[in-house]
């Protein structure tokens, strides 16, 4: 917990250090791009492919296909989703002042997967944007279930209790979805949201989701300073004259507009949002004016170099991006749980 009341109080870091952060992040996020797109199946494209390919593409030229129609979008969804999970996370840990806080132990992934599961059972011929309209209800379905069981127990709300609620309601959910899965035969469509990857996105799924992604990321951006008071306390933020209910309220719509929009790009990918965070905090201190644009960068860094790892464990088939994540994310989580377990 953090018990500090003063701006002067909190651990601003250098300016220039965060500035640094976001150059370098820049800089390697690009080339994460250049070696995602050359890196797959077909060995014969070359880095002077790619760059025709973006600057100056022929479609009589298959390479420039594969690259524009393939390789390309699904670059930029790794780095959409990445940045997407990983501000859900910065908010909701920001607002909450729980550091175990992050989409998929939040309950808010597996509630997009389920919703999305009904639709695919439910509505057979449902379009693309109906899926992410199912996706963005159940993050808020998923979400409230969590907080509205944890808040119920003995005790009050704790960082722990919501973790483990989380974990269960995750649980369930995922059963729920597996059943529907079998009872109306699309376990084969569902299995694509619980797997969780890149691989299979057209140039369609970004245009639809991008838009979201990039209206929550802005609204996050708006949000930051207030944030920042926010995640003094909800007291003080309130002796400082901030509206408490407003920010929240708007806080929330962000995580439901990125992680929705990321669910229904990529299904569920977890611990970005959790890992990527703290990370940020580590490296640029407790501004969110400078952990909201940071935490995209190295969301989007992270998400993009699991998906090439995943692509080079055992070519030529991909292991999952969401398997990767979890190398990363499950033995931190278990360090963070065990470091907030007092609070139990």
């Known amino acids: 917990m953090i018990h500090m009341n003063t701006k002067t109080t909190l651990d601003y870091k250098n ?3 965060s500035s640094a952060v976001i150059i370098i992040g820049i800089i390697l996020l690009a080339l994460s791009v250049v ?3 050359n890196f797959g ?39 959409s989703v990445g940045a997407a999970l990983a501000v859900s996370g910065a908010i ?11 989409p998929s132990i939040m309950g808010v992934t597996s509630g997009s997967s389920f919703l999305i599961a009904i639709a695919l059972a439910a509505l057979p011929g449902i379009s693309y944007l109906g899926l992410m309209m199912f996706s963005f209800v159940g993050a808020g379905l998923g979400a409230a279930l969590v907080f509205g069981i944890s808040a119920m127990a003995r005790g009050g709300v704790t960082p722990v209790k919501l973790a483990l609620v989380g974990s269960a309601i995750t649980s369930l959910l995922s059963s729920l979805s597996t059943a529907i899965g079998i009872k109306f035969n ?25 838009p979201f992604i990039i209206v929550g990321l802005i609204l996050a951006l708006i949000l930051s300073r207030s944030i920042s008071v926010l995640s003094l306390g909800e007291d003080v933020a309130k002796g400082l004259g901030q509206r408490t209910g407003y920010v929240q309220l708007l806080g929330t719509i962000a995580v439901l507009l990125l992680t929705g929009a990321a669910v229904s790009i990529a299904g569920m990918i977890g611990f970005v949002g959790l890992v990527i965070p703290h990370i940020t905090r580590f490296l640029v201190g407790v501004d969110y004016r400078w952990i909201i644009p940071c935490s995209a960068i190295l969301g989007g860094i992270l998400l993009i170099t699991a998906d090439i790892v995943g692509r ?21 989580f278990l360090y963070l749980a065990r470091k907030e377990g007092r609070g139990l």
């Open 186 to 210: 699309v376990s084969k469509d569902i299995s694509y949201w619980y797997a969780g990857g890149v691989s299979s996105i057209q140039p369609q799924h970004i245009l639809f989701a991008i």
């Open 92 to 102: 909701m840990q920001g607002m909450t002042r729980n550091p175990l806080a992050s």
């Open 41 to 79: 199946a077909s060995s014969t494209l070359s880095y002077q492919d790619v760059w025709s390919a973006i600057f100056h593409f022929d479609p009589t030229n298959s390479s420039h296909v594969i690259i524009r129609e393939l390789r390309l979008p699904r670059a930029i969804a790794a780095i």
């Open 312 to 332: 080079s464990v055992n070519p030529p088939f991909e292991t999952p991006v969401s398997a990767i994540t979890a190398l990363i994310g499950v033995p931190f």
């Open 35 to 37: 070696v995602s797109i």
């Open 15 to 17: 300016p220039f250090t």
